[in-house]
């Protein structure tokens, strides 16, 4: 059963406006949460990541939230880029095995 | 800096053949894993590594064997391939130990099997 899921397979987003990335997650011991990204042909690369002890983490343009009670984590891109255009995976560090979603498509439009 | 290789990049194999997909890398990583990447699903976790000498199953592991004799080499093995091994095949590889908690995963470039 996936522990991990992500609702929404693809996302089209105007450049220069917000992407937001939601994924879930049911079981609530897990405390390390990663999001990664894939280029086609390439396989994923570690875009950003947050502890269960903080609700909020910022790099340049990424920040990823964590609603604990809600299990519940997002990921936002401000302001979104033709290079955005990717698959972005959310991942939970399980006692140190990662299990990932199902992965959101984003398409970032001129 | 050649990071997580993986070898070869597309294959075909018919029902029953067996093949041997091979992962390397050199970042002295402890830890290395394999997944498959399918439609929907996902990156699912085979088999995976903390060790030279120390292997353990992922969550489908079935159909698949690895051995790790090196730090630098995961080989993940199909003895009797089968049409549901068709996937994208992505190593994996992390620094593993006291200092390194939740570093993140370096993945290869994958490789595409198509078993008919």
């Known amino acids: 059963d996936q522990q991990v899921k992500q609702n929404s397979p693809s996302l089209s987003v105007q450049e220069g406006r917000i992407s937001i990335l939601n994924c879930d997650y049911t079981n609530s011991m897990f405390d390390y949460f990663l999001w990664y990204k894939k280029y086609p042909a390439e396989g994923p690369t570690f875009l950003i990541s947050i502890s269960s002890i903080k609700d909020k983490n910022e790099d340049g343009r990424f920040t990823v939230f964590l609603n604990k009670s809600a299990k519940h984590l997002s990921l936002h891109i401000v302001p979104s880029q033709p290079g955005d255009s990717a698959v972005y995976f959310c991942?939970?560090?399980?006692?140190?095995?990662?299990?990932f979603g199902a992965g959101t498509q984003v398409v970032v439009t001129p | 800096n050649a990071g997580v290789t993986q070898t070869p990049k597309f294959q075909v194999l018919k029902t029953g053949q067996s093949m041997t997909l091979q992962c390397a890398q050199d970042?002295?990583?402890?830890?290395m894993s394999w997944y498959r990447q399918d439609p929907g699903m996902g990156l699912r976790l085979i088999h995976y590594?903390?060790?030279?000498?120390?292997?353990d199953q992922g969550e489908v592991p079935n159909g698949y064997n690895v051995s790790r004799s090196t730090t630098e080499d995961f080989p993940l093995r199909l003895l009797s391939a089968a049409p549901s091994q068709t996937s994208v095949y992505f190593c994996?590889?992390?620094?593993?130990?006291?200092?390194?908690?939740?570093?993140?995963?370096?993945f290869g470039n994958g490789t595409r099997l198509t078993v008919t």
């Open positions: 970042m002295n990583h402890e830890y």
């Open positions: 991942a939970v560090d399980s006692w140190g095995k990662l299990q």
């Open positions: 994996a590889s992390r620094r593993q130990g006291v200092g390194s908690y939740n570093s993140p995963l370096h």
């Open positions: 590594s903390v060790g030279a000498g120390i292997t």
